[in-house]
């Protein structure tokens, strides 16, 4: 049973506009989300991070929202250009238990 | 540093064969994890050391699977026999401590296992 998912398998931006990736969760418990970035032929690289005490973080570009009642996690990308395009998982931890689950990933394009 | 080394870049083998696949952390990390990634399931935690521990193998999906940490520096992931659905890119990735907020996991390149 996964514990995080991202049911967009797929997303399709045109540059300059914002990009939205969504995940949803189903463990209350979860204390800590982060956002990984994977391009082809790479392992993923970390991107951004909150922490469940939060529920917004920013870093240049990039927005990470918690909505904790809606069990909602969302990546914000603005403005979006070509060199995002990439597959985007979301994780989350559960740290007094040491488990990690991630989610199974949206592939962006973003077009010129 | 140059990050976490895993090898080889590409395996292609077939039924029934054994695989080994390796990997060198980033040096002073002490939490060492194995996943896979498949169309189908995204990119799944197969396992995790500490210390070089086994801390938490349940998603090692069954018992062809073992995975070896011998020292800070190696740890291998085996399949025995491996079987067409094993097929999927692996990847170790290494962490000072990724229970603390402050730090995060460090991927390796990925295996890509083709079993035939």
């Known amino acids: 049973d996964q514990q995080v998912k991202q049911n967009s398998p797929s997303l399709s931006v045109q540059e300059g506009r914002i990009s939205i990736l969504n995940c949803d969760y189903t463990n209350s418990m979860f204390d800590y989300f982060l956002w990984y970035k994977k391009y082809p032929a790479e392992g993923p690289t970390f991107l951004i991070s909150i922490s469940s005490i939060k529920d917004k973080n920013e870093d240049g570009r990039f927005t990470v929202f918690l909505n904790k009642s809606a069990k909602h996690l969302s990546l914000h990308i603005v403005p979006s250009q070509p060199g995002d395009s990439a597959v985007y998982f979301c994780a989350a931890s559960l740290h007094n238990f040491n488990k990690f689950y991630f989610g199974s990933g949206t592939k962006l394009n973003v077009k010129p | 540093d140059a990050g976490v080394i895993q090898s080889p870049r590409h395996e292609v083998t077939e039924m029934g064969q054994e695989v080994t696949l390796r990997c060198k952390p980033i040096s002073g990390h002490d939490y060492l994890f194995w996943y896979r990634q498949t169309m189908m399931r995204g990119l799944e935690l197969l396992i995790y050391f500490n210390n070089n521990v086994p801390i938490d193998d349940s998603g090692m999906p069954e018992d062809r699977f073992s995975a070896k940490m011998p020292n800070a520096s190696f740890s291998t992931l085996k399949i025995q026999p491996s079987e067409p659905r094993d097929s999927a890119v692996y990847f170790c990735?290494?962490?000072?401590?990724?229970?603390?907020?402050?730090?995060?996991?460090?991927f390796g390149p990925g295996t890509r296992l083709t079993v035939l």
């Open positions: 990735a290494s962490s000072v401590n990724p229970f603390n907020s402050m730090d995060t996991q460090y």
